[in-house]
């Protein structure tokens, strides 16, 4: 172990990070050991990370001297944030700023930053087509992981910026999967017309960042962006009647209606895809399934990612 390079993982009980923690452990020959990151160092997911081997520090975005011990002596590090937990751009922002500051301060010879594109470069503030969002974005949760970008250029922390995809896994934990409907048919709701969605299991993510951190320094300075499989509702909807054994339709719906249906972070899903669906070549353009499959062979497919997950998906 002392010979292995130390991977700092933030958010390393969440989807991406413990994919990637799973994914360097896995590696039992592979060049780097993990250190995952977590608020509380006593959860279930810690102490099974632990378990398998994984170093375990307390760390905070909010606490900057935290994120600087914790990325002392590590080569490399996975920054991610999540929006989910508070809703707030803000706070987005000031978690790049300080894990950014935290890799600079610790000398790590690669950050990897899990980030989105800026919507309004597409829909600026005075464009109706989609409303405007606490006064100030379009999409939140994409357009404040874009401006975090910035903290790591500014400060010269050597970056690769990872473009992720729609995890699967939402359709199991977000309330996103099939619902029942009136008569009794289940229906996957989404308001993507007949464009194409970019989706991967988020335990590809953290293999992918796993296979950037293998490739040394190759991807330092550049965007990459990754996804699983590209495809449409009616596709997913027809994966799921395979998966199920019973009839998925597709509910096309509008991004109106999406917004409206009254969830916390409806507007801004709503807008997501509205953004997803309107720039469709540019969006799944950035998202090379080549690309992520170079980084991960085992990259999963939605069929074979519905086959081992149709029972933890709640139908109701």
């Known amino acids: ?55 375990i520090v307390a760390a905070d975005l909010d606490d900057l ?20 937990a508070h809703f707030s751009p803000e706070k987005e922002i000031a978690g790049a700023r300080a894990m950014a500051q935290a890799a600079k301060h610790a000398g ?41 970008n910035s903290a790591f250029t500014e400060l010269g922390a050597p970056t690769t910026f990872l473009l992720t995809s729609f995890y699967w896994e939402n359709f199991i934990y977000f309330g996103m999967g099939p619902r029942k409907g009136p008569d009794g048919t289940l229906a996957l709701t989404l308001p993507m017309g007949d464009a194409k969605l970019p ?32 495809l449409t509702g009616a596709q997913m909807a027809a994966s799921f009647t395979r998966a199920l054994g019973q009839e998925v339709r597709y509910n096309s719906v509008t991004p109106e209606a999406y917004r409206s249906f009254g969830f916390p972070g409806a507007e801004d899903l709503g807008n997501m895809f509205q953004f997803k669906r309107d720039f469709e070549k540019e969006y799944c353009g950035a998202r090379n399934l080549d690309v992520a499959r170079a980084l991960n062979p085992a990259l999963q497919t939605f069929d074979r990612w519905l086959a081992q997950n149709k029972s933890r998906i709640p139908l109701e």
């Open 108 to 148: 790590v010879h690669h950050a990897i930053w899990s980030t989105f594109e800026d919507t309004r470069k597409w829909v600026p503030l005075n464009d109706n087509r989609m409303p405007t969002l606490m006064g100030k974005y379009k999409v939140p949760h994409f357009d404040a992981k874009a401006e975090g």
């Open 199 to 230: 989706g991967m299991a988020a335990e590809d993510i953290g293999r992918c960042a796993y296979g950037l951190f293998k490739r040394g320094s190759e991807f330092i300075g550049r965007t990459v962006g990754i996804a699983g499989e590209h």
């Open 1 to 55: 172990m002392a010979d292995k390079k130390i991977i700092a993982v933030v958010g390393a009980t969440g989807a991406q990070g413990g994919g990637l923690v799973r994914a360097i452990l896995n590696d039992k020959s592979g060049p780097f050991t993990a250190r995952a990151l977590t608020r509380d160092v006593h959860s279930d997911k810690a102490r099974a990370l632990a378990a398998q081997g994984a170093e």
């Open 65 to 84: 001297e935290s994120l600087k011990r914790a990325f002392a002596g590590a080569h490399g590090a996975y920054c991610v944030t999540f929006f989910w």
